[in-house]
């Protein structure tokens, strides 16, 4: 299975949004200092809810720090509206129903869950610089207290 690491150029997409359609290099190019990349396995479940309304909470900081957000599933376009709309999350959520962006990324593949393994979305994080390498690559990451982690990460917290 594939894993990105830091430095490598970040595979392109092109991806249907809540927004429209849109492409990792036109949200690389809108961003001051790169893009939020994170991949969860099913809009408006309990861990992926706790997830993007931990995202919607921290917007305008990360905004304020340069960074915008893209949140990917395999949902369909009405369920993340639903989701979109339900949590009044303030950023485009992508769907990847074949998950061909999502093997790219190494965020489809070989998931444990009590004791079977399964093929599944594996909750993961990237940023994207705005050289269109990976400054950050975080895989099976915990949905809370996730965005607080990042921001450390990203030295947005002393």
């Known amino acids: 299975m594939i894993r990105l690491e830091v430095g490598q150029e970040a595979p392109a997409f092109t991806i249907e949004t809540t927004e429209g359609e ?3 290099a036109q949200l690389v ?7 939020i990349v994170y991949f969860y396995p099913k809009a408006m479940t309990p861990g ?6 931990d995202f919607r909470d921290n ?4 905004k304020g720090a340069g960074y915008s957000v893209i949140g990917i599933s395999a949902d369909k376009m009405t369920s993340l509206e639903k989701f979109k709309e339900k949590d009044s999350l303030n950023f485009p959520l992508g769907t990847d129903p074949d998950h061909s962006i999502m093997k790219q990324w190494g965020t489809y593949g070989s ?8 093929q599944g979305i ?3 994080t990237f ?3 705005k050289d269109g390498k990976i400054e950050v690559a975080q ?3 915990k949905a809370t207290g996730h965005v607080a982690r990042l921001r450390k990460t990203l030295g947005l917290d002393a």
């Open 48 to 53: 992926c809810t706790k997830e993007a309304c």
């Open 127 to 129: 940023v994207v610089g």
């Open 29 to 35: 190019e809108a961003a001051e200092k790169g893009v």
């Open 122 to 124: 594996i909750r993961s």
């Open 59 to 62: 917007l305008n900081s990360l």
């Open 139 to 141: 895989y099976n990451v």
């Open 111 to 118: 998931k444990m869950n009590y004791g079977k393994v399964f």
């Open 22 to 24: 849109v492409t990792l």
